[in-house]
């Protein structure tokens, strides 16, 4: 007889009361994987972390990639987020269907935008997700029951909000029906604000903190980039409800740098 098998969680579940509760006062935390490396994505999975980013907006990791990636997670209770690279329903549809179930889509700048993010993950009459569960591993191919009626229950919306615009809107991006949490994304915020390079800019961070408030007030989590401990502990003190604190490349970067200055130092001019 065949399995009939039970989905994993997504990033929603950790937020119900339960989860919160459970967690005590301590913010989401979790990370990027940009390096599209297996032997990586296995390590920050099995570090401890509530969940792991893998980045296909910024990082070479196409279909194929995402499932291996998706595979070396399995066998860990840290969550698989998927950045997908755009706005795509074609793009959308094929992510869920290789099995991640909470996708962050960037660059959502509207209320349009969102609600089109929205008719992407879902099936229809609800959406626009193309049927292929007996092909597809999201379904375990067909052995998670009933799962094209359970299908939108199962999956985690996260919409992100990088722009000037994206903010002036976020209450009413934060509003739309099938949005469950927002990412904030201080790099692109700072860039649209003319501010390139200065996340930390005071501009941004009040604006930073201003969509925190705004998706709070609407009843969804919120969630932000920033790799600095002070920064993502001032936002976690703002509210965030989540907070992506590293990427692995950059972690790997930052500690072969201490390496070469502490084994190669350069020559002393003296």
């Not at 291996?68 to 959308?92: C, E, F, H, N, S």
């Not at 408030?213 to 932000?224: E, L, R, S, T």
């Amino acid at each position: 007889m065949p399995l009939r098998l039970e989905p994993q969680p997504s990033l929603k579940d950790l937020f119900t009361p339960a989860a919160r509760t459970a967690r005590g006062d301590r913010p989401v935390a979790g990370m990027f994987v940009n390096s599209g490396d297996p032997t990586a994505t296995e390590i920050c999975a099995s570090a401890g972390l509530d969940y792991v980013l893998l980045d296909s907006e910024h990082a070479p990791m196409g279909l194929e990639t995402i499932q291996t990636q998706l595979r070396a997670m399995a066998g860990y209770p840290t969550i698989p987020v998927v950045r997908v690279p755009a706005l795509d329903a074609v793009l959308v549809k094929q992510y869920l269907d290789l099995g991640a179930q909470s996708l962050v889509v960037p660059m959502v700048d509207t209320v349009a935008d969102a609600e089109a993010a929205v008719r992407a993950m879902h099936y229809p009459p609800r959406g626009i997700r193309g049927v292929g569960s007996a092909l597809a591993r999201s379904a375990r191919w067909n052995r998670i029951p009933d799962y094209l009626h359970r299908a939108g229950d199962l999956i985690t919306l996260v919409v992100q909000v990088e722009s000037a615009a994206a903010v002036t809107a976020a209450a009413q991006i934060a509003a739309v029906e099938g949005v469950d949490g927002i990412f904030i994304g201080p790099s692109d915020l700072a860039a649209s604000m003319g501010l390139i390079g200065q996340q930390n800019h005071p501009d941004v961070v009040a604006a930073v903190t201003s969509v925190i408030n705004q998706v709070k007030a609407a009843g969804k989590f919120v969630g932000v980039n920033a790799f600095a401990p002070e920064q993502a502990r001032d936002y976690a003190a703002a509210g965030a409800d989540f907070v992506n604190v590293a990427a692995d490349v950059a972690i790997l970067a930052r500690a072969t740098e201490a390496l070469a200055d502490t084994w190669c130092p350069a020559p002393s001019l003296d």
